[in-house]
């Protein structure tokens, strides 16, 4: 898989990787204790910008003294009972900072346009084939079907390319908070290695999986059940992924995965008839 390089060469964005807890109150009167919440990694400028914006929320809802970063931590002050109860909200608390973070990464890296004609080839590319997706009336059915067969409540036709990953269609039942146009990080997504090993990939639990309970991708959008199947054109170009996931465990069974591989091929069909339809070479319907 391509995530061993990946890893590397990107500035992955922090998870919680461990809590240094106060054993007791410094006082009988229950006066301020710190907590250390312990990083993956070095939170870079991407993701302090978005700490900023987020966290007067988070210390006003829990009715904390104070957050703030400390190189690789987060020290975190308040009482002790509320410390106490604080991990999953903390947990949940840098998830979302991280993909806020990421968001803005990819904004920025769009909206470079001294990157020149690549870059704007790349873009009137991706609207392209947004377009072409979101016109094509059987892909919102094709998405409801596959939540339904699978039970997972977000699911997405994604265009995946060497440079980008893009939502081409959406299901979304859950708020995920992803649209159709939106771009993730391509180096923080699983269809990324799809794009280069051609396979589906799917799995029921990933805190429980022997390989991705250590995935950093899970982790960081907050899902335990997966399935991403390629979508090819008839030329044999790849075009993206039919994916499905649920911050839920769910049972795919291989009848299921078949089904959404038979969705996935009768997309990139119906995705070659768009096209050619699109530039004239066949009648629309």
Excluded at 230 to 249: H, S
């Amino acid at each position: 898989m391509a995530m061993q390089n990946s890893s590397v060469e990107y500035p992955w964005p922090p998870s919680v990787a461990g809590f240094d807890m106060p054993s007791s109150p410094e006082s009988d009167d229950g006066g301020t204790v710190a907590m250390v919440v312990f990083l993956s990694n070095r939170p870079d400028y991407y993701w302090v910008e978005a700490f900023a914006s987020e966290v007067d929320e988070f210390r006003l809802e829990h009715q904390l003294q104070d957050v703030r970063i400390d190189a690789r931590c987060l020290v975190v002050t308040g009482s002790f009972a509320q410390l106490r109860t604080l991990t999953v909200a903390l947990r949940n608390f840098v998830h979302r900072v991280s993909r806020i973070s990421l968001q803005r990464r990819v904004i920025n890296r769009l909206s470079q346009a001294e990157v020149g004609a690549p870059a704007d080839a790349e873009n009137a590319a991706a609207v392209r084939d947004v377009n072409l997706v979101a016109h094509m009336p059987a892909v919102a059915s094709i998405l409801e079907s596959v939540s339904r067969e699978t039970g997972m409540r977000f699911a997405t036709v994604a265009r995946v390319t060497d440079t980008r990953w893009t939502a081409c269609a959406v299901y979304d039942t859950i708020n995920f908070g992803l649209r159709a146009g939106q771009d993730l990080a391509l180096e923080t997504t699983i269809c990324n290695e799809i794009r280069l090993h051609g396979q589906t990939v799917t799995f029921n639990h990933a805190s429980t999986h022997p390989v991705f309970s250590t995935h950093p991708t899970p982790a960081l959008y907050g899902f335990e059940s997966y399935i991403s199947v390629p979508i090819y054109r008839a030329n044999g170009e790849f075009f993206g992924t039919l994916c499905a996931v649920d911050p839920l465990p769910r049972h795919l069974t291989p009848d299921v995965v078949e089904t959404l591989e038979r969705y996935a091929r009768a997309i990139g069909e119906a995705i070659d008839r768009a096209a050619a339809e699109a530039s004239g070479w066949l009648p629309t319907r």
